[in-house]
């Protein structure tokens, strides 16, 4: 009987032992990893619940020491590395010969950190314009807010500002033009133009408006009248562009394009009931200026 019970305490003294060991060794690895998480839960425009977790730093010791340090970016900050690696690749590669992989390796990122955040490179594209739109939006309602300008002033210095972003944004331009214009891109290039009417037709018509106070327009239609002239701006952008891209073989498409220019300036003047040469979005000089910049 004695040995038939030695063995059983013997087992019940073993898992006892193995049972402290386990909760002991758990005990270690849990103090041993030290990290930080600040989270906001909040609410986007659609009413659609989201995450946005701030730079999170995760490390694990052992013995005392580091042996992995591992840093998460928080949500924006994350997007805005996707979209400038992005414009880059696209800028230096092309967008065509830019693969999803290679901007995850770039990135040094896994693939299913990339579709967290888009959907697909067409996605991460229409991104990148609408951060150029908001861009143009921002500085064009600075302009549309100000009390000491008069309207006249307004509307060009609206045309000059939105000049002076695509010029600072001239690699993204570049992709846009060879992309946008490409016969296959025509829904993209649709969504683009009726992008750029919801978010600045609202501003110029604050500037019509002040201009009919001032009796400097007459029109009684500014909201119809602002949405026009980017209706007719979006069949003059489409001349454009390609007599620009191909003035280093034939210098005379820059006379085209003053042309084409000119023509959409008279057009804006007549639809907002402005004098003749009110309306000065170019003159040659920038226009010089663009077809060097473009075919470098």
Partial sequence: MYKAVCPLFL???????????????FFCFFNSILN????????????????????????????????????????????????????ELFFTRGYEQTSVEAIIKEMKLSKGTFYYYFKSKEELLDALVERLSEKILEEVKK???????NAITKLNRAYAVTRSVKLENLELLKVLLKVIYDDKNILFRYKIYRGSIEILAPEFSKIIRQGIKEKTF??????????????????????????????DKNPKNLDKAEKEFRVYENAIERIIGAEEGTVKI???NILNYFHEKINI
């Fill in 218 to 247: 007459n029109t009684p239609y500014p909201e119809e009248a602002a949405s026009l002239i980017f209706e007719i701006a979006n069949t003059f952008s489409e001349k454009v562009p390609n007599l620009l891209l191909g003035s």
């Fill in 143 to 149: 302009i549309a807010d100000r009390e000491d300008l």
């Fill in 11 to 25: 087992y019940l003294d073993l898992s006892f032992l193995s049972l402290l060991i386990f909760f002991y060794l």
């Fill in 282 to 284: 170019v003159n040659r």
């Fill in 36 to 87: 930080t998480i600040y989270s906001i839960l909040y609410l986007d425009l659609t009413g659609n619940k989201k995450y946005v977790i701030y730079r999170l730093t995760v490390s694990l010791k052992i013995k005392g020491e580091i042996i992995m340090v591992r840093i998460i970016k928080k949500y924006d900050e994350r997007r805005t590395e996707f979209l400038n690696t992005a414009q």
